[in-house]
């Protein structure tokens, strides 16, 4: 027996990952043929409609020997690479060709006692369609699950097809939910009705509920929990098949990019997000920023080292280039940013943040520029947002403008006073120093009593006393750039906020 791929993917663990290829991709699969612990520099090409499993730690390093094995692969109808954990990358030469030569790739990655060739071998003897007219797939799932399944519209409405739309336990659980069932797209609880257990799904299309899932009956164990899970991603693509973005999508996304980025995007480009992320739906997703040179030269590097396609979205934004893309892609963003830097011969940096829902596009791309902006001062290709400290972050959160006016009055009002360069030292020094003045005085080689005269008359100067929060902090805006080269990368300065 043959399935298709859809409903093979539609099949398989919710911990199984569609990286490359469209959901909506129509290849018939009629067996598997397992790479796994196999050398993949020279595989044997799988007998036709074979879908294949291999490891990521195996697919080869070089970008001839990954076009080799997609030449190999080129004619499967799904790819599906088991990692280790959650933080092993699927190499992004691989993933690009693979989206060159149209192979659809699943990242997987397997809980305990999982294995994907079995659970591949059990999609396949199932064969069923993904979504059948929808009163036989709800008889078929309440089969699957040993529970009572029903399918209600927005208006908490019985669909048509519903086999028992006219029951008294489900006009009883109709009038027990909460209106947010038919409002909120991600909405989702357990609910008790008359001593039964009422599992509560809202199926997002569009950015609305367009159906409304409800389970009963005895428990579920964790099996049918994720057989759930697995049933309602297939609702949700049963309805947005086809579906093409509606007006109000884009302008959502267009007004939100419009703030992200300070100017108008193509709508071209967020037609694609929807498309791929099929958003609303919750993430993970990332974004990459890239600076060092002109969004013009990123944006040919990015294409012909990488044949970027659907699974990344490229914007232009003033530092450079906006990547978004699903978090995993950017597992190997390290690999990514050297290439560039290679391919254009001039130092690429970048910064890299993840969201979990459109909600969240506005925080993560200013997290992204952040970790972008501190990847050029330590001079390094890629700092993530999570490795930033909150120091790291106080110089992107003030206004640049406003910085200068500080430090040039600061300037002035320090050099045009007697041994203005004296007191420029010492307050350099003692800035340094974390505002000790023991550690100071043996920095600069004078008595504590010479430090305590040139620091008064500073407060004399500036008109508050040293250790106030804003004169410490300002301070420590005037001197924080400076770099000693003896300190190493950054400087201690750039390390060290106000006392």
Same mark, same amino acid.
């Given at each position: 027996?043959?399935?298709?791929?859809?409903?093979?993917? *539609?099949?398989?663990?919710?911990?199984?990952?569609?990286?490359?290829? =469209?959901?909506?991709?129509?290849?018939?699969?009629?067996?598997?043929?397992?790479?796994?612990?196999?050398?993949?520099?020279?595989?044997?090409?799988?007998?036709?409609?074979?879908?294949?499993?291999?490891?990521?730690?195996?697919?080869?390093?070089?970008?001839?020997?990954?076009?080799?094995?997609?030449?190999?692969?080129?004619?499967?109808?799904? &790819?599906?690479?088991?990692?280790?954990?959650?933080?092993?990358?699927?190499?992004?030469?691989?993933?690009?060709? *693979?989206?060159?030569? @149209?192979?659809?790739?699943?990242?997987?990655?397997? %809980?305990?006692?999982?294995?994907?060739?079995?659970?591949?071998?059990?999609?396949?003897?199932?064969?069923?369609?993904?979504?059948?007219?929808?009163?036989?797939?709800?008889?078929?799932?309440?089969?699957?699950?040993?529970?009572?399944?029903?399918?209600?519209?927005?208006?908490?409405?019985?669909?048509?097809?519903?086999?028992?739309?006219?029951?008294?336990?489900?006009?009883?659980?109709?009038?027990?939910?909460?209106?947010?069932?038919?409002?909120?797209?991600?909405?989702?609880?357990?609910?008790?009705?008359?001593?039964?257990?009422?599992?509560?799904?809202?199926?997002?299309?569009?950015?609305? !509920?367009?159906?409304?899932?409800?389970?009963?009956?005895?428990?579920?164990?964790?099996?049918?929990?994720?057989?759930?899970?697995?049933?309602?991603?297939?609702? %949700?693509?049963?309805?947005?098949?086809?579906?093409?973005? =509606?007006?109000?999508? +884009?302008?959502?996304?267009?007004?939100?990019?419009?703030? +992200?980025?300070?100017? =108008?995007?193509?709508?071209?480009?967020?037609?694609?997000?929807? @498309?791929?992320?099929?958003?609303?739906?919750? #993430?993970?997703?990332?974004?990459?920023? +890239?600076?060092?040179?002109?969004?013009? +030269?990123?944006?040919?590097?990015?294409?012909? $080292?990488?044949?970027?396609?659907?699974?990344?979205?490229? $914007?232009?934004?003033? @530092?450079?280039?906006?990547?978004?893309?699903?978090?995993? !892609?950017?597992?190997?963003?390290?690999? /990514?940013?050297?290439? /560039? *830097?290679?391919?254009? =011969?001039?130092?690429?940096?970048?910064?890299?943040?993840?969201?979990?829902?459109?909600?969240?596009?506005?925080?993560?791309?200013?997290?992204?520029?952040?970790?972008?902006?501190?990847?050029?001062?330590?001079?390094?290709?890629?700092?993530?947002?999570?490795?930033?400290?909150?120091?790291?972050? !106080?110089?992107?959160?003030?206004? /640049?403008?406003?910085?200068?006016?500080?430090?040039?009055?600061?300037?002035?009002?320090?050099?045009?006073?007697?041994?203005?360069?004296?007191?420029?030292?010492?307050?350099?020094?003692?800035?340094?120093? @974390?505002?000790?003045?023991?550690?100071?005085?043996?920095?600069?080689?004078?008595?504590?009593?010479?430090?305590?005269?040139?620091?008064?008359?500073?407060?004399?100067?500036?008109?508050?006393?040293?250790?106030?929060?804003?004169?410490?902090?300002?301070?420590?805006?005037?001197?924080?750039?400076?770099?000693?080269?003896?300190?190493?990368? #950054?400087?201690?300065? &750039?390390?060290?906020?106000?006392?």
């Amino acid at each position: 027996m043959a399935v298709q791929t859809l409903q093979l993917l *539609a099949n398989l663990s919710p911990r199984a990952r569609l990286m490359v290829g =469209a959901w909506g991709l129509e290849r018939r699969v009629t067996g598997l043929t397992d790479l796994r612990g196999r050398s993949l520099t020279e595989p044997e090409p799988p007998p036709a409609g074979h879908a294949v499993t291999l490891d990521a730690a195996a697919i080869p390093a070089g970008r001839d020997a990954q076009r080799a094995l997609i030449a190999r692969l080129r004619h499967v109808p799904l &790819a599906v690479v088991q990692v280790a954990d959650a933080a092993q990358p699927v190499p992004i030469g691989f993933l690009a060709l *693979a989206e060159q030569y @149209e192979v659809p790739v699943v990242r997987w990655l397997p %809980a305990h006692g999982q294995d994907p060739a079995a659970e591949i071998h059990a999609a396949l003897r199932r064969v069923r369609p993904a979504v059948p007219e929808l009163g036989a797939w709800a008889r078929a799932l309440a089969t699957e699950l040993d529970a009572h399944v029903h399918v209600l519209d927005a208006e908490l409405r019985p669909l048509a097809g519903h086999p028992d739309a006219g029951g008294s336990l489900l006009a009883r659980l109709r009038g027990e939910l909460p209106p947010a069932a038919g409002h909120d797209p991600m909405f989702r609880t357990v609910l008790d009705s008359g001593g039964a257990r009422v599992r509560v799904r809202s199926i997002a299309v569009g950015g609305g !509920v367009r159906a409304v899932l409800l389970v009963t009956g005895r428990p579920l164990d964790t099996a049918r929990l994720e057989r759930l899970d697995r049933a309602a991603a297939e609702l %949700a693509d049963h309805f947005n098949r086809g579906r093409p973005p =509606a007006p109000h999508e +884009l302008l959502m996304l267009q007004a939100g990019i419009r703030l +992200l980025a300070g100017h =108008a995007l193509r709508s071209g480009v967020w037609s694609k997000v929807v @498309e791929e992320f099929r958003l609303p739906q919750a #993430g993970p997703y990332a974004m990459l920023v +890239l600076t060092g040179a002109s969004p013009t +030269l990123l944006g040919a590097a990015l294409e012909e $080292c990488w044949g970027l396609g659907r699974w990344v979205t490229p $914007c232009e934004v003033p @530092e450079g280039m906006l990547l978004v893309a699903r978090a995993e !892609v950017f597992l190997d963003a390290r690999t /990514l940013v050297d290439g /560039l *830097a290679g391919h254009l =011969a001039r130092p690429v940096h970048a910064g890299l943040a993840s969201l979990q829902h459109r909600s969240e596009l506005g925080v993560a791309y200013e997290q992204a520029r952040s970790a972008a902006r501190q990847a050029v001062r330590r001079q390094v290709p890629l700092v993530t947002h999570g490795e930033l400290e909150w120091r790291d972050l !106080v110089p992107a959160t003030i206004d /640049l403008a406003g910085v200068a006016l500080l430090r040039a009055r600061l300037l002035e009002t320090l050099e045009t006073a007697p041994s203005g360069d004296v007191l420029l030292t010492t307050l350099r020094t003692w800035v340094r120093e @974390e505002y000790r003045n023991d550690r100071t005085a043996a920095a600069l080689g004078v008595h504590r009593h010479t430090l305590n005269n040139r620091l008064r008359r500073c407060e004399r100067l500036l008109g508050a006393p040293l250790h106030a929060p804003d004169a410490s902090f300002g301070l420590w805006l005037l001197f924080h750039d400076d770099a000693d080269p003896d300190e190493g990368e #950054g400087g201690g300065g &750039a390390r060290r906020g106000p006392g």
